[in-house]
T-cell receptor
């Protein structure tokens, strides 16, 4: 069956360190993968999109990698700050067109000062 | 990024009544909008795809007669939960597809609507 999985355990790190979140998928062949941030009681906010032919994408302190052989994406936040504390979701377009997103369950990140 | 609004942000209703949730794209035209549902500590689950001027397409297991979707204009989609029951209590979130880049779409999500059915 098709699955998209993130580490369900909360990730607690110290301010200034790098946070690394994992997203694994099975039985999908995604043309692209997205990462979103969700704060409690709010809708997701788009962060980054990486295509299958891209190994790595960066945006300010964020970096995403995409390994289609391992069927895995890693999401890094460098020089983390308490304001980065949130739940981070990865998502695939189920049909690779039209935007019907399938989300992982999310990883809750807590950055301590 | 583009802005999507939802109204109301919270609603409490009695079992058996109907509730309408509005989703608006404020600064762009969205031919396609999506409706998701999120239960506590769970991820977003796609309910349906709303297409302007045509019928919505529903995901497997979602009752189309219970969750009525109307996409009457390029900036407004509505979700009506009919004859709501306590198990319909959830966080409902809409999204709008923005600019297409090849086969990929960036989506803009609304802030969500918390529905509580008593």
């Amino acid at each position: 069956s098709q699955k998209i999985e993130q580490n369900s355990e909360a990730l607690n790190i110290q301010e200034g360190k790098t946070a690394t979140l994992t997203c694994n998928y099975t039985n999908y062949s995604p043309a692209y993968l997205q990462w979103y941030r969700q704060d409690p009681g709010r809708g997701p906010v788009f962060l980054l999109l990486i295509r299958e032919n891209e190994k790595e994408k960066r945006k300010e302190r964020l970096k995403v990698t995409f390994d289609t052989t391992l069927k895995q994406s890693l999401f890094h936040i460098t020089a983390s700050q308490p304001a980065d504390s949130a739940t981070y979701l990865c998502a695939l377009d189920r049909d690779n067109q039209g935007g019907k997103l399938i989300f992982g369950q999310g990883t809750e990140l807590s950055v301590k000062p | 990024g583009a802005v999507v609004s939802q109204h109301p942000s919270r609603v409490i209703c009695k079992s058996g009544t109907s509730v309408k949730i509005e989703c608006r794209s404020l600064d762009f035209q969205a031919t396609t909008m999506f409706w998701y549902r999120q239960f506590p500590k769970q991820s977003l689950m796609l309910m349906a795809t709303s297409n302007e001027g045509s019928k919505a397409t529903y995901e497997q297991g979602v009752e189309k007669d219970k969750f009525l979707i109307n996409h009457a204009s390029l900036t407004l989609s509505t979700l009506t939960v009919t004859s709501a029951h306590p198990e319909d209590s959830s966080f409902y979130i809409c999204s709008a597809a923005g600019t297409a880049e090849g086969s990929s779409y960036e989506q803009y999500f609304g802030p969500g609507t918390r529905l509580t059915v008593t």
